[in-house]
């Protein structure tokens, strides 16, 4: 999981612990802003975890640690602020998106490339080299069917599959029909 994605789901994390512990009394705003009003105090990791412990319980401040210095999980907040109380969250394994193939290349040289044996292409029947007559393909979208219509000796061919690589554990949030979906601190 790159940096950026871990950043997000570290920020979502805690603004809902700050707003569930404190009541809706404050938010991660607060700790920007307390950031920034230390402006010439220089951005260390002690420095961000100091001011979020300000507003975390001595629990909350625990599991931030483990989640920032040893790259540990951090549970799904239980509700969504902006949501109110009718999602709810669950960890499910989600593919990730992986075609098995290298798709940039593919593209611009109108020939399969970079096929990966086992791969999801390689056991639809792509393999390198097979001249490329038309795609449909939706990037970072493995429940997307993929198609690749290729040269083969017996004229063109449609090959379809999905591009389903190694599952992931995220959070996902259903939405509860039955109940308001109305903003709560």
């Not at 569930?20 to 220089?42: H, I, Q, T, W």
């Not at 690589?165 to 109305?182: F, H, L, M």
Request: glycine share 10%; aromatic share 8%.
């Amino acid at each position: 999981m790159s940096e950026y994605v871990r950043g997000r789901i570290i920020s979502l994390w805690l603004d809902s612990t700050i707003r569930r512990e404190s009541g809706g009394r404050y938010s991660l705003d607060n700790v920007m802003f307390d950031m920034v009003r230390a402006g010439k105090r220089p951005f260390t990791l002690a420095r961000i975890l100091e001011t979020t412990g300000r507003y975390l319980s001595s629990e909350s401040r625990a599991v931030l640690q483990h989640a920032v210095n040893d790259h540990g999980d951090l549970p799904a907040p239980e509700r969504l602020p902006s949501l109110g109380d009718c999602a709810h969250a669950s960890l499910q394994n989600l593919a990730s998106f992986d075609a098995g193939l290298d798709i940039d290349r593919t593209l611009a040289t109108s020939q399969i490339s970079g096929v990966v044996e086992g791969g999801p292409a390689f056991m639809a029947g792509l393999r390198d080299g097979q001249r490329l007559v038309g795609v449909s393909i939706t990037k970072g979208e493995p429940e997307q069917l993929a198609k690749f219509k290729v040269h083969t000796a017996d004229g063109d061919k449609w090959i379809d599959f999905y591009p389903r690589g190694k599952s992931v554990t995220a959070w996902q949030y259903q939405i509860d029909p039955n109940r308001p979906c109305e903003r709560r601190p």
